[in-house]
């Protein structure tokens, strides 16, 4: 089976930097991926890794070690707006639209 | 381009009663994926379909099924209902090509079961 862990819930102040972690196992998958959803709200695509390493876009920035089972989601000049839920996810393969989603981590932003 | 669209929004049924559920996707794409999202559950995948052909299905029981037209609009439904079948479902298009494909999702449906 397939499982990805992330920390349930993650405070921070804004400006601050935050980190959101995911480790998983799975017997093989395209690569990870990173999905914000605010209150009510649909999920929506933040960042893609495919290979390992630092993938940057703009404030966020996301990570894949693939010998370590672990990413992560970097977060940068945090924003009220940023508070949400954030999912890692993999993709199964051979199963092009199939998304297997972490529990979620509810980032709190305090002023 | 017009995101996905679901219909309807919310929904509210009693225990036994059976419910359909549309989802229209992004124009051109033709995967659609259903999830369902509950807070102890987090977001589970249904299953998904791609040229009107379900091309793989999550661990739910025979209750929840759906299908896909050739315009790619997809309905799910789900029979019998039972109370631990209010979530929200979510629906997600993505259009296959090399690479990842991003999944974008509707607002979902919101589901009651009395």
């Known amino acids: 089976g397939q499982s990805l862990e992330q920390p349930s819930e993650v405070t921070a102040v804004e400006g601050a930097i935050v980190q959101i972690n995911c480790t998983y196992q799975?017997?093989?998958?395209?690569?990870l991926s990173w999905y914000q959803q605010h209150d009510g709200g649909a999920p929506t695509f933040l960042s893609y890794?495919?290979?390992?390493g630092l993938e940057e876009t703009g404030r966020f920035s996301s990570f894949l070690s693939r010998s370590d089972s672990y990413g992560y989601l970097l977060l940068q000049e945090l924003q009220m707006k940023d508070s949400a839920s954030y999912f890692c996810?993999?993709?199964?393969?051979?199963?092009?639209?199939?998304?297997?989603f972490g529990q979620g981590t509810t980032l709190q932003v305090k002023p | 381009k017009a995101g996905v669209t679901q219909t309807p929004r919310y929904l509210i049924k009693t225990r036994g009663q059976q419910v359909t559920l549309s989802c229209s996707p992004i124009?051109?794409?033709?995967?659609v994926s259903w999830y369902q999202q509950t807070p102890g559950q987090g977001l589970q995948f249904l299953f998904e379909?791609?040229?009107?052909?379900?091309?793989n299905k999550g661990n739910f029981p025979g209750r929840f099924s759906g299908r896909q037209f050739s315009n790619s609009r997809s309905e799910m439904n789900v029979s019998t209902l039972e109370l631990g079948d209010s979530a929200l479902y979510l629906c997600?298009?993505?259009?296959?090509?090399?690479?990842?494909?991003?999944?974008?999702f509707g607002p979902g449906t919101r589901l009651t079961v009395l």
């Open positions: 124009s051109g794409h033709r995967s």
């Open positions: 890794n495919a290979l390992d």
């Open positions: 997600a298009s993505s259009f296959p090509g090399q690479g990842y494909n991003e999944q974008f």
């Open positions: 379909y791609f040229s009107e052909t379900q091309r």
């Open positions: 996810a993999v993709r199964d393969i051979g199963n092009t639209g199939k998304l297997i």
């Open positions: 799975t017997s093989g998958f395209y690569g």
